[in-house]
């Protein structure tokens, strides 16, 4: 499968402030996604990072809160602006791999505390 | 309604049992289905995937899916402390690559 690096591993913000987490993938893959988990809850998906274009946000996420980048094949950034504490969380980004690396993959999340 | 739902937890499990655990989907289309394994801290990982009616076995898990009753479980064999963790039941909606994710089940094996 697949090997993701995300960065940074944890952080801790101000409010009012943003952070931009990075995706970085070992291989070419199909599709990149950016989830969120909240404290003891499962994982919602936030968009769809499209290649070139502007990601597919999932319902009741917007592209003014969560602008994502996706510039190539391999590499993708989510960025949590205007932060408030209930945007502390888990966040992940995952890809689904091609050819011999198919299937569903997670980084290791990023998680954000607000102050 | 939920598009997936999971047994609620905890479950409590003794050393070298049977750990059985059950998803439901309302998309009749759906058609991947996939156990991850999430320990507390850590992200998820894919432990077993399913995409036919009938049971896959790896190593002490078996995954079977009954896609007329849209149902889909993990049976976890001759449990082991180290299976302690969360299990997330996620099912690939048809025409669509996008994973939806059940709330979770929190296993626990006792010693």
């Known amino acids: 499968s697949a090997v993701i690096s995300q960065k940074p591993s944890r952080d801790i913000c101000q409010r009012g402030t943003s952070l931009t987490i990075q995706c970085q993938v070992d291989?070419?893959?199909?599709?990149m996604f950016w989830y969120r988990q909240q404290p003891g809850q499962s994982l919602t998906l936030i968009a769809t990072a499209n290649q070139g274009s502007e990601a597919t946000y999932e319902s009741g996420f917007v592209i003014d809160k969560f602008p994502i980048s996706r510039p190539n094949l391999t590499f993708s950034t989510l960025t949590v602006s205007n932060m408030s504490p209930e945007d502390s969380s888990i966040y992940l980004c995952?890809?689904?791999?091609?050819?011999?690396?198919?299937?569903?993959?997670f980084g290791s999340g990023t998680r954000l505390t607000v102050v | 309604q939920k598009e997936v739902e999971q047994n609620s937890g905890p479950l409590s499990v003794p050393e070298g049992a049977i750990a059985s655990l059950n998803c439901t989907y309302s998309d009749r289309g759906s058609q991947s289905f996939f156990w991850y394994r999430q320990y507390s801290g850590k992200s998820p990982e894919l432990i077993m995937s399913?995409?036919?009616?009938g049971d896959k076995e790896d190593g002490r898990f078996t995954a079977q899916l009954n896609k007329a009753s849209q149902y889909v479980s993990l049976l976890i064999r001759d449990s082991q402390p180290s299976d302690s963790a969360t299990y997330l039941c996620?099912?690939?909606?048809?025409?669509?690559?996008?994973?939806?994710f059940g709330a979770g089940t929190t296993v626990t094996v006792r010693a």
């Open positions: 291989s070419q893959v199909t599709m």
């Open positions: 995952s890809v689904l791999g091609q050819g011999a690396n198919y299937g569903y993959t």
């Open positions: 996620a099912v690939n909606v048809a025409d669509d690559y996008k994973l939806s």
């Open positions: 399913i995409y036919s009616n």
